[in-house]
Structures are given as C-alpha cells and as structure tokens.
C-alpha cells in the first residue's frame, strides 16, 4: 500500500479539542480512548485539551458542537470526530496513524 500524501507524517505533532458534557458515560469513554491512543501512538508529540461543555458552554457555542463527545483534530490536520470514539482502529484510521496493511 502506497503512503496517502494527505495524511501526516508519523513524526507530526498533534493538538486535540475534546468537547465532552461532564461525567457522561460516552464522554468518559471518549476521554480514556484518546489519552490511550496519544499516549500509545503520540508520546510526547501531542496536546490534549478537554472542554466540558456543561462548564464551559461558550466554548460548544464557539466551535459550533451540536453533540458531544466531539473531537476536534487541529493539527497537522483538521478534523471533526463525532461520538465515543469506542473503535480505536477506526480513530486510528481517521488520525492516519493505522498501521499499513501487507497487500
């Protein structure tokens, strides 16, 4: 499989926007599956910033959420992920950091 020019490059740093609504069950979900991801696959080329929307609703306002979690991707790239983001290998994918398959 030939690398996509789109996505980044594995030495990129990468900055997260979590929109999350306090204690929720898939907001806690969201959370532990993107600290996991960045600190298994990002270690020490990424930032995470969680805002709850239940503390700070400016921000939701501000980003345009209509639903959370949201996982806004800022850098290298932009991206917006809606939901738990349960699939790790889907995140993975979205993130362009799943492994390559052998053809």
Request: charged share 20%; net charge negative.
């Given at each position: ?33 993107l600290?996991?991801?960045?600190e ?8 995470i ?32 992920i ?22």
């Amino acid at each position: 499989m030939s690398p996509n020019p789109s996505l980044p490059k594995n030495d990129c740093f990468y900055r997260f926007r979590l929109f999350v609504a306090g204690g929720e069950v898939n907001s806690e979900k969201a959370r532990a599956v993107l600290f996991h991801v960045a600190e298994t696959y990002l270690s020490g080329r990424h930032e995470i910033i969680v805002v709850d929307v239940m503390q700070d609703y400016q921000a939701a306002l501000a980003y345009q959420i209509v639903a959370v979690p949201t996982l806004r991707v800022e850098s290298p790239f932009e991206r917006v992920i809606v939901g738990s983001l349960c699939n790790e290998q889907a995140l993975l994918a979205a993130l362009g950091l799943a492994p390559e398959r052998s053809p």
